[in-house]
């Protein structure tokens, strides 16, 4: 199996940082073994060089995951971040957007929630998908997940229609439940069963502006589905040296989904959260995503702070348990980022 890397943006200047941590020390060594390659490309006219993905399991009938672990000893192929050249989506049309990271507490579901909620302050009309088994969205608005008789499930295995398990609170919100774990096997079977999710989201499309998916810490095919129904993903991303390595693994799953199913999906940003600006441990993986990413990562830092683990308690977003703090603003200011970013690259 191949492992595909992402290729840094500006080697040079990551290879003359101090080294002073395991991961800097093996960024270093990923970029030596990476020397060959033209690393001056840009990032928006870069190709994606998909030499090792012919490697990699293809759509061809068996059952997820899809994606294999990365081996130490596989060769070293670089596959950067690709910004589709499609016009952007959204600025006129729906937004769909999945919030992706095969991590797990990386602020996916907090992210997926609060930006929501932000664009609906904002005059938005926006509909949130809740995908992963565990609920988390699903609870954070004051449901059961364990009580709730039709979900997602429902939706994307037996084609009920999704309007049937949209609940209208902060923001509507098509729920999930304990059965979703069950999806990815069902689904296995099915003919389409990467289209599911594309498919149910056509009868509602047209009543929102915005549609977020959240989706679950892994790229089985309850991801892909997300991926394949969206026009870009959002990957959170916890501000800590180990976040970069997941990266590559969902950059393969995606390039396999543009090859395969739905050309013009990529990443539109990369948020950094849970972001502790006085350390400089926060503040060196920052910087790191930066110099690999560039101006991918938005400039809006989610601020660790406890009022983001309080919000869901009360079944409320952080806008609407604390609408004037800093974690509520926060949210606000990755909205106009994620609208404006959409908008200067329809106008470069
Ligand atoms: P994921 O969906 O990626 O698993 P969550 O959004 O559920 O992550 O967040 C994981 C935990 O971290 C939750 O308890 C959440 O309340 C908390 N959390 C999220 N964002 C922040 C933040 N910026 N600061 C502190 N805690 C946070
Ligand atoms: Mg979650």
Same mark, same amino acid.
């Given at each position: 199996?191949?492992f ?9 200047r990551?290879?003359?940082r ?5 991961? %800097? ?23 994606v060089?998909?030499t ?8 061809d ?6 994606v ?12 950067p ?27 996916k ?18 509909l ?28 994307l ?10 609940e ?6 098509a ?16 003919i #389409?069963? %990467? ?6 989201l ?7 502006d915005?549609i ?7 790229? #089985? ?21 180990l976040?970069?390595? #997941?990266?590559?693994?969902? %950059? ?15 990443? %539109? ?5 849970m ?5 400089l ?5 920052v ?23 309080e919000a869901?308690?009360?079944g ?5 348990y ?9 949210y ?15 106008h470069?």
């Amino acid at each position: 199996m191949g492992f595909v890397r992402l290729l840094p943006r500006s080697s040079s200047r990551a290879r003359n940082r101090v080294v002073e941590t395991d991961l %800097e020390i093996d960024l270093e060594a990923d970029l030596e073994a990476e020397s060959e390659v033209d690393v001056s490309k840009k990032r928006h006219k870069a190709p994606v060089e998909l030499t090792a993905l012919e490697e990699l399991p293809v759509f061809d009938g068996s059952p997820a995951p899809i994606v294999s672990a990365p081996v130490a000893s596989a060769p070293v192929v670089s596959a950067p971040i690709v910004v589709p050249q499609a016009p952007a989506p959204g600025v006129t049309g729906t937004r769909v957007i999945a919030f992706a990271n095969q991590k797990g507490g990386v602020a996916k579901t907090t992210t997926t929630l609060n930006l929501g909620v932000a664009f609906k302050e904002m005059g938005y009309r926006v509909l949130l998908v809740d995908l992963d088994p565990q609920g988390n969205l699903t609870m954070s608005q004051g449901l059961n997940p364990d009580t709730i008789e039709t979900s997602m499930f429902d939706v994307l295995v037996r084609k009920i229609p999704i309007s049937d398990v949209i609940e209208r609170r902060e923001v509507d919100l098509a729920v999930a439940s304990i059965d979703l774990a069950g999806a990815e096997l069902a689904l296995a079977a099915l003919i #389409g069963r %990467e289209r599911s999710l594309e498919k149910a989201l056509v009868e509602v499309r047209d009543r929102y502006d915005f549609i977020l998916i959240d989706t679950p810490p892994s790229l #089985g095919l309850l991801t892909i589905n997300a991926f394949v129904a969206a026009t870009g993903v959002i990957v959170p991303v916890q501000c800590e040296y180990l976040a970069l390595r #997941g990266l590559v693994q969902l %950059e393969n799953t995606l390039a396999m989904v543009r090859e395969n199913l739905n050309p013009l999906v990529g990443v %539109e940003g990369i948020v950094p959260t849970m972001y502790d600006a006085r350390t400089l441990h926060a503040r060196e993986a920052v910087e790191i995503l930066e110099e690999n990413f560039g101006d991918l990562v938005f400039k809006t830092r989610i601020r660790k702070t406890v009022r983001y683990a309080e919000a869901p308690v009360k079944g409320s977003s952080v806008l609407g348990y604390d609408p004037t703090g800093n974690a509520s603003q926060a949210y606000r200011d990755l909205a106009k980022e994620v609208l404006h970013g959409a908008e200067a690259r329809e106008h470069a």
